[in-house]
């Protein structure tokens, strides 16, 4: 489908969020928080950390405040900075919630049924899950649209959300005889970082859920700790390869090649032409410094803001605020082209 009809004019911004569930890892922090970092120089960015979106599978209440600062110490410590870019908790802005009761009555169940997470999610289970978890990917294009975001940094895994986010934006502009009025908004899905995969099996991707602690990297391990890991990591038993071409069926050690390239800022090419003919001996040592020497300040960092729960919650509550006044009036405007009683 072509995007003429529907030219969206208004300005560029940057939405993203993080659910405040267990602890970050590596695959967070190259698919996500390091683009985060590098589009607040020269964008409007707003980074949300999604609790309602958390709140579809079962979470403490005793906990849930606290992770909610986790991610937002995980976000400073990364470097968003609150000067540059918006941090606040998704479940401190109405507009979300609002926007996703409209878009309900928009997205059709076919296109839900389709969704691959939810699948995963809920494996056989289905008839258990919550309705929320189900109606999840609604209330992510909400997230993004109640901003007219048309920028969105995620992993690979986001991509299907993000296309149902576009053809809510549609159909929405179309039923509504409101061409442009929310603009279909572009995944930044690119980069070496934007999948990376477990450690103990390169055909499935790192994740909070998998019960072994072993398949990730936390962005609270210990120097120690990451340095075994990696040690670890399963490889096989060749030697670093000449040309990308060569990992294609070595899913394990392309895996760790791309955690190289995407840390380091260079190639895959650019990491073989360094590594090539040697053996793992060699590779997983220098990996395992890299890694430490970039994830260590950001686990010390962390640490600090942990420290001081005053600052992060003015943080979180100055962000709210912000989040709010750009929200509000894009939702007033949905209930005017939708027709609801003004007064
Ligand atoms: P979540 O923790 O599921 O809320 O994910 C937060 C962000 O991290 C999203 O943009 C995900 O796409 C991204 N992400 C999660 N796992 C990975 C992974 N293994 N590789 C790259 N990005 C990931
Ligand atoms: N579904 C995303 C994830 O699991 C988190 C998310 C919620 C999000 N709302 C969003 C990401 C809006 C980008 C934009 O990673």
Partial sequence: MSDAPQAYAGPERVFSGVQPSGSLHLGNYLGALKKFVDLQEDHDCVYCIVDLHAVTVWQDPADLAQQTRHIAAAFLASGVDPEKAIIYPQ??????????????????IGWLNRMTQFKD????????????????????????????????????????????????????????????????????????????????????KMSKSDPSDNS???????????AKKIRKAKTD??????????????????NLVGIYAALSGQSAEEVLAEYSGQGFGVFKPALADLAVAKLQPITELMNRYLSDLDEIDRILSAGADA???????????????????KG
């Fill in 237 to 254: 038993a060749g030697v670093m390869p000449e040309s990308k071409d060569e990992l294609k069926d070595r899913p394990e050690v392309d």
């Fill in 323 to 341: 989040a709010a006044n750009i929200a509000n009036p894009i939702v007033a405007d949905v209930r005017d082209v939708m027709g609801f009683w």
């Fill in 121 to 204: 999610k809920a494996g056989k289970n289905s008839e258990k899950m919550s309705v929320g978890l189900y109606d999840y990917p609604v209330l992510q294009a909400a997230d993004i649209l109640a901003f007219k975001a048309t920028h969105v940094p995620v992993g690979e895994d986001q991509k299907q959300h993000l296309e149902l986010s576009r053809d809510i934006a549609a159909k929405f502009n179309n039923d509504f005889k409101a061409p442009g009025f929310f603009p279909l908004p572009e995944p930044l899905i690119k980069g070496p970082g934007a999948r990376i995969m477990s450690l103990r099996d390169g055909t499935k």
């Fill in 216 to 226: 990730r990297i936390n962005l609270t391990d210990s120097a120690d700790v990451i």
């Fill in 91 to 108: 479940s401190r802005v109405a507009a979300h919630t609002e926007l996703a009761w409209y878009f309900n009555c928009v997205a059709r």
